[in-house]
C-alpha cells in the first residue's frame, strides 16, 4: 500500500475513483430523499382524497359512521386506510383505527396494530359540521419497506460501485506507470552508457506516444550534436597539429630569419580566422537566430553577392554567370545569408580549375526558395557527396587547395537554422550545392 500511496499514477487513479465513488454516493442520497419525498406527499395525497370523499356524506355523522363501517368491510380498503370517527365529546363513535383524537390537519399519530401493537401512522383530521371530527390514516410501513428497498439496492450498487472503481483505478494506475515507467527506464539506459536506447512508441498515436517522439527526436538530436562534437574535437586536433607545428618552427626561427615573423603573424591569423569559423558554426547552430529574422529580398541579395565575386573569379581564369527569379523573399539573417551564398561561391571557385564555368540560379515555388551554385568542374566521388557538409571534411583532390573544410558546413548549419536545408548533387560533370529556404509570401 505505501508504495502505491508514494506512485502519482496510482494516486491520480484512485482520487479519480474517489471522486467518481463520491458523485454517486451524494446522487445516490439525492435520489432517495427526493423518492421518499414523492411517496409521502402522494400518501397524504391519498389521504386527503379519501377524507374529503367521506367528508362530503350528506347525512351527517349517521352517514358517515355507515359509510365507514362498509368500507372497512371491504379488505382492500382496510389495508391501505384506517378510519375513526369522534363525536362532540370527543368519543370514537366508529370506525376500528385505536387512536386518541388527533388535532384538525395532517399529523403523525400512534395507534394499537391488532397484531403488532403500537405502531405510526400518518393521519388527516376534518372537523365535521355537527362538532364531530374523522380521521383518515395510512399506515407509514409501506412507504418504510420501499426506503428500505432503495437502500439495500443502493448500497449494493455502491458496492459493486466501488469496487469497479478500485479495480479501473488499479489497472489506470498499472497504465500509467508502465507508459511512464518506459520512459524512465530508456533515461536510465541512456545514463548507463546506451546512448541508442529509444522510448518505445505505441501503434494508437497517443498523448503519451506523442510524448515518445517528441523525446526521441530530442534524443536523436543530443546524438547527433554529440556525435558532431567528437567529429570536431578530432577534427580540430587533426587539422590544427600542421599549422600549429609551423607556427612553433617559425616562431623558432624569430631573430634569425627576417621573414619569420611576419609568417608567424599570418599563420596566427589563420587558426583565429578557423577559431572564427567554428565559433560562427556553433552560434548558427545553437538556435535562437529567429528572433532576429526579418524579410529579406533574396532576389537582390543573391545578385550583389553575385557582383561582388564577379571580378575575383573572372581573374581567376573561370567564368561566372546567373539566372535570377526576381521578388523572391525570405524571413532570416541577412548577414549569415549573404556569408552563405559567398560560402558556395568561393567553394566552387577555390575547388575548380581554371576554364571552369560556375553558374548560380534562384528559382521558387510557392513554399520554397531554392539557391543553387552550380559548375562544370571534377566534382565529388559519390562516397564523399554528403560528407562534404560536414566540418572540417575535405576530399583527397581539395587537400592541396587552401580552406579548412568549414564553408559548406556554414551553408548547411545557415539553411537548417532558417528552417531548410543544404542539397549536393552531381552534375556529371561537375557539383551542384543547394540551400532549399521556406519562401516568404
Known amino acids: 500500500m505505501a508504495s502505491l500511496l508514494k506512485s502519482a499514477a496510482y494516486r491520480i487513479a484512485f482520487t479519480y475513483a ?24 402522494q400518501r397524504d395525497h391519498a389521504i386527503a382524497v379519501e377524507a374529503a370523499d367521506l367528508s362530503r356524506e350528506s347525512g351527517g355523522t349517521a352517514d358517515i359512521a355507515q359509510e365507514i363501517g362498509e368500507r372497512e368491510a371491504s379488505k382492500a380498503a382496510t389495508d391501505t386506510f384506517g378510519y375513526a370517527l369522534f363525536d362532540r365529546s370527543g368519543r370514537r363513535v366508529a370506525g376500528s383505527l385505536d387512536a386518541p383524537r388527533p388535532p384538525p390537519g395532517f399529523s403523525m399519530i400512534v395507534f394499537r396494530d391488532p397484531k403488532e401493537g403500537p405502531d405510526v401512522a400518518r393521519a388527516q383530521a376534518v372537523d365535521l359540521a355537527d362538532g364531530g371530527r374523522l380521521v383518515v390514516a395510512a399506515d407509514s410501513e409501506a412507504i418504510e419497506a420501499i426506503d428500505r428497498t432503495i437502500l439495500t439496492l443502493f448500497g449494493v450498487a455502491f458496492a459493486v460501485i466501488v469496487v469497479i472503481g478500485a479495480a479501473g ?34 501503434p494508437r498515436n497517443d498523448e503519451f506516444d506523442a510524448v515518445a517522439l517528441a523525446i526521441n527526436a530530442m534524443l536523436d538530436r543530443i546524438a547527433g550534436l554529440m556525435q558532431n562534437l567528437q567529429q570536431v574535437s578530432s577534427d580540430v586536433a587533426h587539422d590544427l597539429r600542421t ?31 578557423l577559431f572564427g569559423s567554428i565559433l560562427r558554426i556553433t552560434e548558427v547552430e545553437g538556435g535562437g537566430l529567429d528572433q532576429g529574422f526579418s524579410r529579406i529580398d533574396l532576389s537582390a541579395l543573391v545578385e550583389d553577392v553575385g557582383e561582388g565575386f564577379l571580378p575575383a573569379i573572372h581573374d581567376g581564369g573561370r567564368t561566372l554567370d546567373w539566372l535570377i527569379e526576381p521578388a523572391i523573399a525570405v524571413s532570416g539573417d541577412r548577414q549569415l545569408l549573404a556569408q552563405s551564398i559567398a560560402n558556395l561561391l568561393d567553394n566552387a571557385s577555390v575547388h575548380t580549375p581554371p576554364g571552369t564555368a560556375i553558374r548560380m540560379m534562384l528559382d521558387a515555388d510557392d513554399r520554397w526558395a531554392r539557391l543553387s551554385v552550380a559548375d562544370n568542374g571534377p566534382g565529388v566521388a559519390p562516397a564523399d557527396r554528403d560528407a562534404i557538409l560536414q566540418r572540417f571534411f575535405r576530399a583527397e583532390a581539395s587537400r592541396t ?24 548533387a552531381s552534375r556529371a560533370p561537375g557539383l551542384s ?7 516568404l509570401r
Do not use: C, W
Open 18 to 41: 474517489a471522486a467518481f465513488a463520491a458523485a454517486i454516493l451524494l446522487l445516490g442520497i439525492a435520489v432517495y430523499f427526493a423518492a421518499d419525498a414523492e411517496f409521502r406527499q
Open 169 to 202: 483505478a488499479l489497472m489506470f494506475g498499472q497504465y500509467l506507470r508502465r507508459r511512464l515507467g518506459a520512459i524512465s527506464d530508456t533515461a536510465r539506459a541512456i545514463v548507463a552508457g546506451n546512448p541508442d536506447q529509444r522510448v518505445p512508441v505505441g
Open 243 to 273: 599549422p600549429l607545428v609551423r607556427l612553433r618552427n617559425q616562431l623558432d626561427r624569430v631573430g634569425h630569419d627576417d621573414g619569420a615573423a611576419q609568417r608567424a603573424i599570418e599563420l596566427a591569423d589563420e587558426l583565429l580566422k
Open 401 to 424: 587547395t587552401p580552406g579548412n573544410g568549414l564553408g559548406l558546413s556554414l551553408v548547411a548549419a545557415v539553411a537548417s537554422a532558417h528552417g531548410g536545408e543544404a542539397v549536393v
Open 433 to 439: 550545392v543547394t540551400m532549399v529556404l521556406p519562401r
